[in-house]
């Protein structure tokens, strides 16, 4: 079976002692699934780095004769070893392949290959969208694409950026004469996906805010975040 890192990872402790180790994607999964389901916080970043953080928060007595409580937090770091970036076009039509198929368990790995319903993956893509952490394998062969895939996949689909409108207008004075009247700039948040943002800004740091904000939102929605 294909095994590679899909993350490497940072975790301060509740007593601030400091690890560091490695995650399969499979095991990256495992820890992010457990952690949702606990309500700890899963923060994705906003950038394009699919780097994100974990943080369990516990609040009680350190023995059973204290009376003070006491608030502790263990954080994780999660650094994708491949950069989410690098998905290539079709890579992403081969993770879409096998996430169309998740509510039937995924692909299955037969020969090297993915098989998904009648279409399959060759196994060099396997290899590769396996080595860079998108799939994750169970030992019976089951293929799904991995917390890491769906977040390269979301930073794929959702390409934000910024975009300049002049609001320069062709005015007529009381002669009839017609000339530009230079107005100010504004700038508006767009994104791949054909999302433009209803408002428009006077200041680029203000519409590049709001392209982080739409690219969060879709990055929350790979971990079933809302809100």
């Known amino acids: 079976m294909l095994i ?8 301060v402790d509740y007593d601030q002692t400091v690890t560091a180790r490695t995650y399969t994607a499979l095991e990256a999964d495992a820890l992010i699934a457990a952690a949702l389901w606990d309500e700890d916080q899963v923060i994705p970043d906003g950038d394009r780095s699919g780097r994100m953080t974990i943080i369990r928060t516990i609040t009680g007595h350190r023995s059973a004769g204290d009376t003070e409580r006491r608030t502790l937090r263990r954080t994780t770091r999660l650094e994708p070893v491949r950069p989410p970036r690098r998905l290539t076009a079709r890579q992403y039509e081969d993770l879409a392949l096998v996430l169309a198929r998740d509510a039937r368990g995924g692909g299955k790995l037969e ?14 893509a396997t290899t590769r969208l396996v080595e860079h952490g998108w799939l994750a394998v169970d030992p019976d062969g089951a293929v799904t694409v991995s ?3 769906r977040v390269a996949m979301t930073l794929h689909e959702h390409q934000a950026g910024t975009g300049y409108i002049g609001t ?8 009839g004469v017609g000339g530009w009247e230079i107005g100010s700039g504004l700038f508006v948040a767009r994104c791949s996906c054909g999302y433009r943002s209803p408002s428009r800004f006077d200041d680029r740091a203000m519409a590049q805010g709001a392209s982080r904000g739409h690219r969060m939102k879709h990055l929350r929605a790979a971990f079933d975040l809302t809100g």
Not at 4 to 11: F, G, V
Not at 112 to 123: E, F, Y
Request: charged content about 20%.
């Open 111 to 124: 020969g090297g290959r993915i098989a998904a319903g009648i279409a399959s993956i060759p196994p060099s």
């Open 4 to 11: 590679a890192p899909a993350y490497r990872a940072k975790t």
């Open 168 to 175: 320069d207008k062709w005015v007529v004075d009381a002669f």
């Open 147 to 149: 917390y890491a895939g």
